[in-house]
């Protein structure tokens, strides 16, 4: 099978609702305001480090206090409300002072700005990727958050993929059965393939790269390799592809298949 018939094969099988669970998008769907949606996913995506069911667990912890409407609820909390929300949080590199000034910085971006897509808007220029993009957003909230949100904050100057932002671009941006979209002024042409472990081995076998690291040079690479496939939407294969990751029991042997 060449590269575009598995491609299109994976996608076809599993770009579907069902194999959301448990990606952490699933509390971010529940969240029918555009204006909470990009609020949860960025908290979501920021805090997806580990195992996916204990990603979950501390979603929850996190979202659970700020209610159904957690944009208004930030806007409303200061830093010293947040600290005593979170007294006893913790969740691998990430405690108290680090959750409790990331969200602080939210709460002002969403003040500042009046929502999390104009601070990026600020940023981004339309028609290229979403690195000066990526980059402004987390200035921002390092600054806002006094430097205590820790690696919650990955800015692309330091050569991370930015895998957990392009994450979070991926859900806002495009809006179909898996991801739920809110964001209007970002294109899905712009978006970088958020690369992870699973994401960089398959980009590997398909020879979208040869590099040996997973930093923004390689998403950038293996970006342009699918773009030749979905000029449009780059990251159009990305949801279905991973789901060979988080569900173990479906069949990868497909990829054996694959002919150059």
């Known amino acids: 099978m060449t590269v575009k018939e598995i491609l299109d094969a994976v996608y076809s099988a599993y770009h579907k609702p069902e194999y959301i669970y448990p990606d952490p998008l699933s509390p971010v769907r529940g ?6 949606r ?4 960025l908290i979501a ?9 204990l990603i979950l667990k501390a979603v929850d912890q996190v979202l659970s206090p700020l209610g159904e409407h957690p944009a208004d609820m930030l806007k409303s909390l200061s830093l010293q409300d947040l600290q005593h929300i979170y007294s006893t ?19 002002e971006a969403l003040r500042t700005y009046g929502s999390l897509e104009a601070l990026f808007m600020e940023h981004h220029i ?3 990727t979403v690195v000066d993009g990526i980059s402004g957003f987390c200035s921002f909230i390092m600054k806002a958050s006094d430097g205590n949100a820790g690696i919650l904050v990955t800015p692309p100057e330091k050569g991370s993929a930015c895998k957990r932002f392009n994450l979070y671009l991926r859900w806002m941006v495009r809006h179909d059965s898996v991801d739920p979209g809110g964001w209007e002024h970002v294109s899905p042409a712009d978006l970088l393939v958020p690369v992870d472990t699973h994401m960089f081995d398959l980009a590997t076998r398909m020879h979208f790269t040869s590099r040996k690291a997973g930093d923004l040079r390689t998403a950038s690479e293996i970006t ?12 159009r294969y990305d949801f279905s592809l991973t789901r060979l990751g988080i569900h173990p029991d479906l069949d990868k042997s497909i990829f054996d298949r694959l002919t150059f």
């Open 31 to 36: 969240y029918t305001l555009a204006a909470d």
């Open 38 to 41: 990009e609020v949860a996913g």
């Open 45 to 53: 995506s920021s805090l997806a480090v580990g195992r996916v069911e």
């Open 89 to 107: 949080f913790v969740y691998r590199f990430f405690k108290s002072r680090e959750i409790s000034s990331f969200l602080s910085a939210i709460g």
């Open 126 to 128: 339309c028609g290229r």
């Open 224 to 235: 342009e390799a699918f773009r030749a496939f979905s000029p449009d939407d780059p990251v």
